[in-house]
């Protein structure tokens, strides 16, 4: 059973930062592609942020040079480090898993981030 587990969101002032973790179990975060997804109010779900099974990155352009993805292969675990965070940064943020062996896709059940000018 896939289950993927967010934490870390909160409210934060504009300028400051957060850490986003994704616990998995039932999958294998260093073998699949993972992701960080984000859905504000009126606006369609994007893609934040990826890691490859092989460590490649890519991240939204809204956030480059901000914003961090990263796994900790020992813990099972994705992150996602947000520095500078900005109001429109706010929004509900989603771990996303693509287990390659199956072609299923899971999601977790997200995590608020509320940045405040």
């Known amino acids: 059973q896939v289950q993927l587990v967010e934490s870390g969101g909160g409210l934060v002032q504009a300028g400051g930062s957060l850490r986003l973790s994704c616990a998995a179990s039932?999958?294998?975060?260093?073998?699949?592609?993972m992701g960080w997804y984000r859905q504000a109010p009126g606006k369609q779900r994007e893609l934040v942020a990826g890691?490859?099974?092989?460590?490649?990155?890519n991240y939204a352009d809204s956030v480059k040079g901000r914003f961090t993805i990263s796994r900790d292969n020992a813990k099972n675990t994705v992150y996602l480090q947000m520095n500078s965070l900005k109001p429109e940064d706010t929004a509900v943020y989603y771990c996303n898993a693509d287990d390659r062996r199956t072609f299923r896709d899971y999601w977790g059940q997200g995590t608020q981030v509320t940045v405040s000018s």
């Open positions: 890691i490859s099974s092989g460590g490649s990155r």
């Open positions: 039932g999958i294998i975060v260093s073998i699949n592609p």
